[in-house]
């Protein structure tokens, strides 16, 4: 197959072509050329304007839900949703029915990727059941292609055992992935705490159930010299405490989520279910922290954390409802529309070059005679989500018909492509 991009811009640092404007020739999946103008015969021809292609992008933390809950998602339905979002490799969470904790359960997530348009990583839970209680089998998985190793939406509580995570992994350069919240504070906590909160009459979630964490695992992290990332940071103060670290020269990095750039507790006045989350959406101030945090490159990647839930987990009293929302399409026009300052370089990095570098996965630079993993995108056209255009089996969103500057126009990898 030949595909010809015409007058695209080149935001790929690591690209002698990087920030120009060229065309690219794609033959059986190879890039062949990359000149000012090529005249050559082609499957697909794409020349629009305002186009704008990076490395593929990544997501390190989604939830595909399969196998187990097919019924809010499945790796087939979230890598359609991937593909419109403009996600080439997405990391799926191991909380699934059952867990994937197993060499077995890791190979049925492997082999499932050989037959779709993207690439799925799985991650390995890194405890038994991701109960927090025992250590996984994480080097039998390591060898089975697990990514990472996380318990996603369950972070290990005890001290002592993350410890042992932490030593166990160093011994293949195995990196951890922890979602910040100490359970034992405020356990019951169903928004951010603080004067929204308070005037909503629901219990809050304090900042501190987040920060405590992060601070322990820095500790823990110095001690073992493994490497760790933290994903889903919403507060000022876990980015002070992470940049910290950086600065002391431990293997740390981290993730902010698209909806804890766009939103804060304000918005959850509506009682809009779509929007109770985990962790909770901040204040408007943490929001404008981390906004900061993405400008400065204080974060270094984009986590859409994404998590399919049905109608009858979303539409009850606010209470009762599930956290979580989908944010596979909807990632880069959030964060465009939240962040229109961003240069395309930073996009790239954020979206796709630092987490190939954090997670050791394969660099595609957008030179001649490499793999064509593509990402297509417009920074002036917009995106509007709604039901006919849903990727995904599940629908719950804050996002539905809203309008959002900056659109995906496609993505290009496995040979294959896909415009929206």
């Not at 990095?349 to 490499?370: P, V």
């Not at 990727?391 to 294959?416: H, M, Q, R």
């Amino acid at each position: 197959m030949k595909i010809l991009l015409k007058k695209v811009l080149i935001a790929n640092s690591a690209s002698v072509f990087n920030n120009t404007i060229k065309d690219i020739l794609i033959v059986n999946g190879i890039i062949q050329s990359i000149q000012d103008n090529i005249i050559a015969e082609a499957d697909t021809v794409i020349e629009e304007k305002d186009i704008i292609v990076s490395s593929g992008w990544v997501d390190c933390f989604a939830h595909f839900c399969d196998p187990g809950f097919e019924y809010r998602e499945t790796v087939e339905s979230g890598s359609k949703a991937a593909m419109a979002g403009g996600f080439t490799q997405v990391f799926v969470l191991p909380n699934t029915l059952p867990i994937i904790q197993n060499k077995s359960q890791v190979e049925y997530i492997v082999q499932k990727s050989k037959q779709l348009p993207i690439t799925i990583f799985p991650l390995g839970a890194l405890t038994k059941n991701a109960e927090g209680k025992e250590l996984a089998e994480m080097y039998d998985m390591y060898q089975s292609r697990a990514i990472a190793f996380s318990d996603g939406l369950n972070p290990v509580q005890t001290p002592g055992l993350f410890l042992k995570a932490l030593q166990y992994t160093k011994a293949f350069n195995g990196t951890i992935i922890q979602m910040p919240i100490d359970k034992s504070i405020s356990a019951n906590g169903l928004i951010n705490e603080g004067i929204i909160s308070t005037q909503l009459g629901l219990p809050g979630l304090p900042t501190i159930a987040e920060e405590i964490m992060i601070k322990r695992d820095i500790d823990l992290l110095r001690y073992t010299e493994s490497k760790l990332h933290i994903t889903g940071i919403s507060t000022a103060k876990s980015i002070a405490l992470i940049k910290a670290a950086k600065a002391e020269g431990l293997q740390i990095s981290c993730s902010v989520t698209p909806y804890h750039l766009f939103f804060n507790d304000e918005d959850v006045q509506q009682y809009d279910t779509n929007l109770k989350l985990n962790p909770p959406l901040r204040t408007k101030a943490d929001m404008l922290s981390l906004q900061q945090a993405v400008i400065n490159g204080d974060i270094d990647c984009i986590a859409t954390h994404h998590l399919p839930q049905n109608n009858d987990e979303k539409i009850c009293e606010f209470e009762y409802a599930a956290n979580g929302m989908i944010g596979l399409q909807t990632a880069f026009a959030a964060i465009n529309h939240a962040i229109p300052q961003l240069s395309n370089d930073a996009i790239a990095a954020l979206f796709s070059h630092n987490a190939t570098t954090i997670f050791g996965l394969e660099k595609n630079n957008i030179e001649e005679g490499t793999k064509a993993n593509l990402t297509l995108f417009s920074r002036t056209e917009k995106t509007i989500l709604n039901k006919e255009n849903n990727k995904s089996k599940s629908y719950n969103t804050p996002f539905a018909d809203k309008e959002l500057n900056g659109k995906v126009i496609g993505v290009i990898t496995k040979n294959n492509l896909y415009i929206n």
